[in-house]
C-alpha cells in the first residue's frame, strides 16, 4: 500500500514545505500540495497535514478564517471518515477553529512570541500519531507562536484526561496553556491538534530527531499495521 498524503495551504502558512519536505522524507509516497480555495481533496488520502504560519494574518482570531475556506469543509468529511490529520501551530488553531478539536488556542500568557526549543512529555502512546514514542518520555521540539495558549473549560479538560486524549504536555510552563497541554486527539484517536513543530525535529541537522517518530508512527500505523 502506497502511503498517499496532502499538506493543506492557506495564504499567510509559512511551514507548509517544510511540512511537505518532512513527510516526504519520513513516510514517503505522494505528498499533495492542496490549496485553501480547493473544494476537494485528492481521492485516497491517508493522511492531511495543516501547518504553522499566520493563516489570513491571523485576522479576527488565529485560524478562524480558515476555518471557513473551502477546502477546510473537505478535510472535515475526510476526517470524520477516519483520515488522519495533523494540525501543527496555526493548523492546530484551525482544528479548534473547525470544530474537530475541543478548546481554543489564545495569546500566550506573557504576551510575547515564543520561539525555542521545549521539552514535552508523551502523555499517550496508544495513539495514531504517539505509538513510537513511551509513554512519560521527555522529547524536544520547538515552537514558534504568539498565540498558543490551550484554553477549555474545567469539564472539558477533565474529559481530556479522563479519555486519554492529552498527546503532549509542556514540561514546565511554556505560554501558560491550561494544565501544560501542548497536544490533544480529536474523540475518535484520528485527529491531534498541537503547537510544536515535529516537522523541524526530523533529522540531526536540525538539532534533532524527537519529531520524527511522530510521522514514522502514522506512516506505521496506516501502512504497515
Known amino acids: 500500500m502506497a502511503f498517499t498524503s496532502a499538506v493543506i495551504t492557506f495564504p499567510g502558512s509559512n511551514c507548509d514545505r517544510d511540512m511537505a519536505v518532512a513527510i516526504e522524507q519520513v513516510c514517503g509516497g505522494t505528498v499533495h ?3 485553501h480555495g480547493d473544494a476537494d481533496l485528492p481521492d485516497g488520502l491517508d493522511f492531511i497535514a495543516l501547518p504553522g504560519g499566520f493563516s489570513y494574518g491571523d485576522y479576527l482570531r488565529s485560524g478562524a478564517m480558515a476555518a471557513r475556506s473551502p477546502v477546510m469543509q473537505a478535510v472535515v468529511r475526510a476526517a470524520e471518515r477516519g483520515v488522519a490529520v495533523l494540525g501543527v501551530c496555526n493548523g492546530f488553531q484551525v482544528l479548534t477553529e473547525a470544530g474537530l478539536l475541543p478548546g481554543a488556542l489564545m495569546r500566550n500568557a506573557g504576551i510575547r512570541f515564543v520561539c525555542r526549543d521545549v521539552a514535552l ?4 502512546n496508544q495513539s495514531l500519531f504517539t505509538a513510537g514514542y513511551e509513554a512519560g518520555q521527555q522529547i524536544t ?28 504536555r509542556y514540561a514546565t510552563p511554556v505560554n501558560g496553556s491550561a494544565r501544560n497541554i501542548a497536544g490533544v486527539l480529536g474523540d475518535r484517536g484520528n485527529v ?6 515535529p516537522e523541524r525535529m526530523i533529522e540531526a541537522a536540525h ?15 496506516l501502512v504497515e499495521a
Open 141 to 168: 521540539i520547538p515552537v514558534a507562536h504568539h498565540d498558543g495558549n490551550y484554553f477549555a473549560d474545567d469539564a472539558t479538560l477533565d474529559r481530556l484526561e479522563g479519555e486519554g486524549r492529552v498527546a503532549f
Open 207 to 221: 538539532g534533532g530527531t524527537d519529531g520524527r517518530a511522530l510521522f514514522e508512527s502514522v506512516v506505521r500505523g
Open 121 to 124: 512529555t508523551v502523555e499517550n
Open 192 to 197: 491531534l491538534g498541537m503547537m510544536p513543530h
Open 33 to 35: 500540495r492542496v490549496w
